[in-house]
């Protein structure tokens, strides 16, 4: 019989050696500079004294655009596998840990919002990821995903450590079975070679997902359990026409 702990230990060593940084961009730093402040006026966006965290923080830019908009640098927290990126994190303030996106050591239900920019389609197991994303978010805690869609000139689905760069059919079906509501819509971008001059379409992905059921015990989101949630999601969507 396969030692499965073993195939999988032997899997995520060889994907750690796949992982590389990724400096702060212009690209990137413009985008966030727009999105924080869609974000804090978005009535599912973050409220000041939630718990937050930013899965694949980086260098901690985008946390810093929250402290700025008034948000408590005690309620934040960063994750990143990037050495010099968590001691930068750590040097700023704020809380700073370098998990593993799908095997974190957080306590269940610790946060309230959730931040996942580009970090998604480096997960080679996505479902399992969202499956973790539920655990450790509260019930009716909301999620910013952020990723590239399929279908760009640069052809992001084969560049290194990109395991999940899928549509939005896709994508949603998962974050259903892992317990969430989710919605989504699509930046459409050209982006320009700083090096070369060269312009490419990039089309990426934004996800704004909400846990309403947890997932920990693992249910399987059998033909039953997706009627159930499919239930659940429209009772929750009329609620939330409500408010």
């Known amino acids: 019989m396969a030692d499965v702990h073993k195939i999988i230990d032997k899997f995520r060593e060889m994907m750690s050696n796949e992982v590389y940084s990724e400096p702060d961009t212009p690209l990137h730093q413009n985008l966030i500079n727009q999105i924080v402040p869609s974000l ?3 009535p599912d966006g973050p409220k000041v004294g939630e718990k ?10 985008m946390l810093d655009k929250f402290v700025e908009a008034g948000y ?12 010099v ?16 996106m799908t095997f974190t050591d957080f306590a269940n239900e610790s946060f309230d919002f959730g931040i996942v920019r580009h970090c998604l389609e480096h997960s080679a197991w996505p479902y399992l990821t969202l499956m973790e994303f539920n655990r450790i978010m509260k019930t009716g805690g ?20 990109h395991y999940s760069v899928m549509g939005q059919n896709m994508w949603g079906s998962l974050m259903v079975r892992a317990g969430f ?9 050209t982006i320009t070679d700083e090096k070369t001059g060269d312009k490419y379409k ?18 399987p989101a059998d033909a039953k359990f997706l009627t159930w949630m499919a239930n659940e999601l429209e009772v929750w969507t009329r609620n939330q026409s409500k408010k």
């Open 202 to 219: 990039e089309p990426y992905h934004w996800y704004m997902i909400t846990k309403i059921k947890d997932r920990q015990d693992y249910e």
């Open 181 to 189: 509501h989710w919605k989504s819509s699509l930046l459409d971008l």
């Open 142 to 161: 909301r999620m910013y995903i952020e990723m590239p869609a399929p279908g760009g000139d640069r052809k992001l689905e084969h560049w290194q450590n």
């Open 72 to 83: 408590n640098k005690s309620d934040m927290t960063g994750v990143t596998m990037g050495e």
């Open 40 to 42: 804090v006026k978005n």
């Open 85 to 100: 990126d968590l001691a930068t994190v750590k040097e700023k303030g704020y809380e700073g840990y370098p998990y593993d």
């Open 52 to 61: 937050m965290v930013d899965i694949g923080c980086g260098s901690g830019y």
